[in-house]
């Protein structure tokens, strides 16, 4: 992966269903008001701010725009940032993304502007015909035959969910900054999906093999390392 470089701006990708508000609380305490928030409005079908990085960026000050970037919905990196280079993010088994994902929505829906993005009917029609894909919010269009060099030439880092302290931990030394392991408290208020067939999710993982290929790469540098740190 890509050496953090100060001198320019650097973009955080929130991904929803992530753990992405307990990141950003922490990437808050590291660059205060040098954080710059990326969200669309759901309430108010309101676009994200866009702001002149290049004029708030410095060495002494680095920038970190921390937010959603979803390319099918017009607040892509790509409309809004194509000059940065740099990113981090965390990854999530989209199996288990989608489900919370599908609860949260189906919590939150009547507090937004529309109903576009309702979920479809019943949890296995809805995993079964989500559009849902987090690889929508990455830099670029992502392949079978990029992604690798996609993660591997445009991140600093690409943490997993599943492994939530260790990737902060990297995150924090490659960007120079500190992190105490249990600074981020245990995360468990997503749905359980033991529940569900595990032939739907056989069903997901055969329709979302692109995420899934991402996920696993990115998951095998974790396993690998956790495992030697255990011997």
């Given at each position: 992966?890509?050496e953090?470089?100060?001198n320019?701006?650097?973009i ?15 990437m ?10 990326n ?20 060495w ?10 979803n390319r099918?919905?017009n ?11 740099q ?48 690889l ?7 392949t ?69 290929a991402v ?15 255990n011997?």
């Amino acid at each position: 992966m890509r050496e953090y470089d100060r001198n320019k701006p650097l973009i955080a990708i929130h991904i929803p269903k992530t753990a992405g508000t307990s990141v950003r609380a922490i990437m808050k305490k590291w660059y205060g008001d040098n954080l710059l928030l990326n969200y669309y409005v759901e309430a108010t079908a309101t676009m994200p701010e866009k702001y002149d990085i290049a004029a708030l960026h410095s060495w002494q000050n680095p920038v970190v725009v921390y937010g959603h970037f979803n390319r099918t919905r017009n607040f892509g990196i790509e409309h809004y940032y194509p000059q940065v280079k740099q990113f981090i993010t965390i990854l999530r088994d989209p199996f288990e993304r989608v489900v919370s994902a599908y609860f949260y929505m189906h919590k939150n829906i009547g507090d937004w502007l529309g109903n576009s993005r309702a979920p479809f009917g019943d949890l296995r029609k809805h995993l079964l015909k989500s559009r849902g894909n987090m690889l929508n919010h990455f830099p670029e269009k992502v392949t079978m035959e990029n992604f690798r060099n996609i993660i591997d030439s445009r991140f600093i880092e690409v943490g997993l969910m599943e492994y939530l302290d260790e990737s902060m931990h990297r995150i924090a030394t490659k960007l120079g900054q500190k992190y105490t392991t249990g600074d981020i408290p245990h995360l468990n208020h997503a749905k359980k999906t033991t529940d569900i067939p595990y032939e739907i999710k056989q069903e997901f993982m055969q329709q979302h093999q692109l995420e899934y290929a991402v996920y696993h790469y990115v998951l095998s540098r974790y396993e690998s390392t956790v495992t030697a740190k255990n011997k």
